[in-house]
């Protein structure tokens, strides 16, 4: 399951592309479990096409965090921030990211 506190949305990327964000958790609680919840989207996005993801080694207290979500042939960058207690997937493609969204949707949980 992955806990949301509203429903996920693509967005446009200031700098170019397309963010599919997911906000979960409290601002500044080092507590949601952001790697957790990347490792089940990877899981889900397995059963489409290869999926493997890439972060720096976890520390205490992290923020700021970038990595990548190998998804098929494509590369989306991640980047989560326990400030403000968000998660984004950027990709070019727009399309890439609804169908990331449609494989997530019957493990997104609103709280």
Not at 19 to 47: C, H
């Amino acid at each position: 399951m992955i806990e949301v506190r509203c429903r996920p949305t693509i967005e446009p990327d200031a700098r170019g592309g397309w963010n599919l964000v997911l906000w979960a958790g409290e601002p500044f609680d080092y507590s949601t479990p952001f790697r957790k919840m990347l490792a089940s989207i990877a899981d889900a996005l397995g059963q489409e096409a290869f999926a493997c993801i890439k972060l720096p080694a976890y520390e205490d207290y992290e923020d700021f965090v970038e990595g990548t979500l190998q998804f098929g042939d494509e590369t989306i960058r991640i980047y989560y921030e326990h400030s403000l207690s968000y998660l984004v997937l950027t990709s070019d493609s727009a399309d890439t990211l609804r169908r990331i969204a449609d494989r997530l949707a019957p493990l997104v949980q609103i709280t």
